[in-house]
């Protein structure tokens, strides 16, 4: 049937019309706000690069974190800012460690809200790398201890996920491990399976005051170009045990989003990162946007690709809309 008969605008006339053959949906319950914690109270110190988002102390973050919940969100992502960083990054797995109380005090006032927490070096170490230093070098193997020793004290207070994002090889078997040693064989790993080299991350180096004080971090997170490389680490995080993969950034990287869609069944997520979120609000700062219809394309877009998740600095103020929609 051609045209005349056959006209697609029919089913474009009206918002209720558009509403009811919608092909991507997205939920707030799809969506995972980052948090940045601070040491100290009272403390909600903004961040230049991402109007609107703060480094906050544990007691404002619950203020933040019931404000997002009451707006439909139900998991948060937890990066931690410590009060001392040493060479091997030694807060992020204490007991007493930053994220490790925020995560206990988060659970005792919101045990309904999912807690993922992320699994690497680079915030607690005096030298911004993600892994041990050694001779100038990222030392892969040394390092696979530590983030092991990190999983599992997140796992002991309370995280619900978590989240390795070092990008060092055999990280997810090694937590695998040390999280079945230490007697959490249930607690989910979603591996940043697919974790790019970005010039995207900056805004976030600000914020968790990680960047490195030498050098850069391409000769462990993956080249931009390389999307059959990003196949094969996704592949490989799923053989160590990885429940969840994700793939990072998410705008740059929809491509490699629809290929891990196609070719693995594992849960999929995409963080929609720091420097995709700073674009958005230095552009609608200056009127030449409007920010909640593109934050709603992009979120969409993401969707769309495959991401059955999404991690974003948006997640509450898009559900905030939804609910009013």
Known sequence: MDFPALRLRRLRA????????????????QLIQPFFIY???????????????????????????????????????????????DPLGSEAYADTGIVQTAVRRIKDRFPEIGIIGDVCLCEFTDHGHCGVVENGAVRNDPTLELLGRTAAALAAAGADIVAP???MDGQ???????????????????????KFASAFYGPF??????????????????PPPNAREAMREIELDIREGADLIMVKPALAYL????AARERFDAPLLAYNVSGEYALVKAAAKEGWIDEGRIVREILTAIRRAGADAIITYFAKEYAAEAAAW
């Open 14 to 29: 009206t918002e209720a019309l558009r509403a009811l053959v919608q092909e991507t949906r997205l939920a707030p319950a």
């Open 39 to 85: 040491p100290g109270k009272g403390m909600a110190k903004p961040i230049r690069s991402m109007p609107g988002q703060f480094q906050l102390s544990v007691d404002q973050a619950l203020n933040e974190i019931d404000a997002a919940a009451k707006a439909g969100v139900r998991w948060i992502m937890l990066f931690g800012i410590p009060a001392r960083k």
């Open 165 to 167: 994002s070092a990008m």
């Open 172 to 194: 997810v078997g090694a937590i695998r491990r040390a999280l079945d040693a230490a007697g959490h064989p249930d607690t989910p790993i979603l591996s940043y399976a697919a």
């Open 205 to 222: 180096r600000e914020a968790a005051e990680s960047a490195p004080s030498f050098g850069d971090r391409r000769a462990y997170q993956m």
């Open 255 to 258: 491509d490699i989003i629809r």
